[in-house]
């Protein structure tokens, strides 16, 4: 990563639908636009998990206008960070990039009051991850 560009980070789930969703639109909440976002899936849904829309909502943020995205090798080389969502995702791999797996519950096919710990549980790594990525912040 150079002095100059922004961070980038790649969150990837097999259906791009609930929690590579909800870390994507936490980081870009919070990073305020210093960190360049991503996410993507392997066997992307047809549409973001209805109830991680709604957790998300309840505190602010809109993810009713995202779509699951395919995972493409242009989205890993264009990332600094790539963050795999527990789901044992196969990633293409390249040298100099950051690979993390975040082990996390899936929110596919689960109600709101089992969505809400996994929103909140991203939302703690989120800041953890900021705080890596943009230390002058912290």
Same mark, same amino acid.
Request: hydrophobic content about 40%; proline content about 7%; some cysteine.
């Given at each position: 990563? @150079?002095? /100059?560009?922004?961070?980038?980070?790649?969150?990837?789930?097999?259906?791009?639908?609930? #929690?590579?969703?909800?870390?994507?639109?936490?980081?870009?909440?919070?990073?305020?636009?210093?960190? !360049?976002? #991503? @996410? %993507? =899936?392997?066997?992307?849904?047809?549409?973001?998990?209805?109830? %991680?829309?709604?957790?998300?909502?309840?505190? =602010?943020?809109?993810?009713?206008?995202?779509?699951?995205?395919?995972? *493409?090798? !242009?989205?890993?080389?264009?990332?600094?960070?790539?963050? /795999?969502? =527990?789901?044992?995702? *196969?990633? &293409?791999?390249? &040298?100099?990039?950051?690979?993390?797996?975040?082990?996390?519950?899936?929110?596919?096919?689960?109600?709101?009051?089992?969505? #809400?710990?996994?929103?909140?549980?991203?939302?703690? #790594?989120?800041?953890?991850?900021?705080?890596?990525?943009?230390? !002058?912040?912290?």
């Amino acid at each position: 990563m @150079s002095e /100059t560009s922004k961070p980038s980070v790649l969150f990837v789930c097999v259906h791009n639908a609930g #929690r590579s969703q909800m870390a994507a639109a936490f980081l870009n909440h919070l990073s305020e636009g210093q960190v !360049e976002v #991503r @996410s %993507a =899936g392997s066997a992307p849904a047809d549409a973001v998990n209805p109830a %991680a829309v709604q957790a998300m909502a309840e505190i =602010g943020i809109d993810l009713s206008a995202e779509t699951p995205k395919v995972l *493409t090798v !242009e989205a890993v080389q264009a990332s600094d960070v790539v963050i /795999t969502m =527990g789901c044992g995702d *196969t990633c &293409p791999v390249f &040298p100099g990039k950051k690979y993390l797996d975040w082990k996390l519950e899936d929110p596919a096919g689960q109600g709101l009051d089992a969505v #809400r710990p996994i929103r909140d549980q991203i939302e703690q #790594r989120i800041r953890g991850l900021l705080a890596e990525l943009l230390p !002058e912040r912290t």
